[in-house]
């Protein structure tokens, strides 16, 4: 997976997220991808989903898309070094339009260097749970920007 075209403006984070041919989509192709995403980031647990089948993510985690994971991933990380828990994000597609493999994800920031750091995070997250590795550690990655944003 390879995040392109990041652009943040006024609040809001675009990036654009391009899996390579034979990477998997779905979270569902990952065996074991699911369990360590949560134990990895337990607040995921709390996040909700506007999916049309009223399931929380934690519920959609089970089988949704690999760039989907990565916007709760970011928010997560931003709602864990302080931002609000409010923030909002979306995950959409066009393969017709971009190819197949390639997601944009937008999500909501209130602290541009908090934003960019949860971006990259988020990348190597999801990137480590799809080649079976264990997560980076979120905790330590919150506690050092809580830090800097202090100063």
């Known amino acids: ?6 652009v943040l403006d006024e609040g809001v984070a675009r990036a654009r ?9 779905r979270t569902s192709e990952v065996p074991g991808l ?6 990895a980031l337990p607040g995921l647990r709390g996040h909700r989903c506007d999916n049309g ?5 934690a ?3 089970a089988d949704t898309e690999l760039a989907h994971l990565f916007e709760h991933a970011a928010l997560e990380l931003m709602a864990m070094a302080g931002s609000s828990p409010q ?3 979306d995950t959409s597609w066009d393969f017709a339009r971009d190819g197949r493999g390639v997601f944009r994800v937008r ?5 541009e260097t908090v934003a ?11 990137g480590a749970l799809m080649a079976g590795r264990a997560a980076p550690d979120a905790e330590a990655e919150a506690r050092r920007l809580r830090v800097n944003a202090r100063r």
């Open 17 to 25: 997220l391009v899996f390579a041919p034979g990477e998997p989509l």
């Open 87 to 89: 923030l909002h994000g």
């Open 1 to 6: 997976m390879e995040v392109s075209d990041v």
């Open 116 to 126: 960019r750091a949860a971006l990259a995070f988020a990348a190597g997250f999801v």
């Open 59 to 61: 519920d959609e985690l």
């Open 53 to 57: 089948a009223g399931l929380s993510f």
């Open 107 to 111: 999500i909501e920031y209130g602290d």
């Open 34 to 39: 699911t369990a360590a995403a949560v134990a």
